[in-house]
């Protein structure tokens, strides 16, 4: 069974770089969509952007001069950087396996806060 | 940007048929999806490409798409289905999008 686990710190500064890692087990990152997907606390889904398994990658466009998304085959993670980050950007951030036009699986979801 | 828009919240009573609306500009000619969110849970899949059903979800989840409209039904509504529900649309140029979610209660 296919498990994505998302792993960093929970709290970041104002201005910093958001680093999160997600580990996959139970398949290979090869041939899916790998996405990073934001939920605001009460609020609703917002889609960051995605990395296919041949390294091409997809960025929401209003988060696209912030967001970094890259991957390691050798180790199944693929990894989230988001920059100059504001209390705005605090959001349970989850990881999940797109096939072509949906996602079929999701992580737990990791709570990062933006804080001094 | 493209959006799409759902209603921040529907109700129906046990037993009844609830349908959940999604809308977006020629949303028809793109696949959507819907996913289900319990309080302090991961999204799950239930309905992908417009109307069908992942292995493991119940048959009175269903799905529809034409024109700028999309809809998720859901027969014979029990109390375990009450959730956020989102839906999402995916094309060549908007890539992924989600719209703003409903809040599914059974009363």
């Known amino acids: 069974q296919v498990q994505l686990q998302e792993s960093g710190p929970g709290l970041v500064k104002p201005s910093e770089t958001l680093s999160l890692t997600c580990t996959v087990s139970g398949d290979s990152i090869s041939g899916y969509y790998w996405s990073w997907i934001r939920q605001p606390p009460g609020k609703g889904l917002e889609w960051i952007g995605y990395?296919?398994?041949?390294?091409?990658?997809n960025y929401n466009p209003s988060l696209k001069s912030r967001v970094t998304i890259s991957m390691d085959t050798t180790n199944n993670q693929v990894s989230l950087k988001l920059s100059s980050v504001t209390a705005a950007d605090t959001a349970v951030f989850y990881c999940?396996?797109?096939?072509?036009?949906?996602?079929?699986?999701w992580g737990q979801g990791t709570l990062v806060t933006v804080s001094s | 940007s493209y959006e799409l828009t759902q209603p921040p919240s529907v109700s129906v009573s046990p037993g009844q048929t609830a349908s959940i609306a999604c809308s977006g500009d020629k949303l028809g000619d793109k696949y959507v999806c819907w996913y289900q969110q319990k309080p302090g849970q991961s999204p799950v899949l239930v309905i992908h490409?417009?109307?069908k059903r992942p292995s493991g979800i119940p048959e009175r989840f269903s799905g529809s798409n034409s024109g700028n409209t999309a809809t998720l039904t859901i027969s014979g509504t029990q109390a375990m289905d009450e959730a956020d529900y989102y839906c999402?649309?995916?094309?060549?140029?908007?890539?992924?999008?989600f719209g703003g979610g409903t809040k599914l209660t059974v009363l």
């Open positions: 999402q649309a995916w094309d060549s140029r908007i890539h992924v999008v």
């Open positions: 990395i296919y398994y041949s390294g091409s990658t």
């Open positions: 999940a396996r797109g096939i072509s036009y949906f996602i079929d699986y």
């Open positions: 490409e417009d109307s």
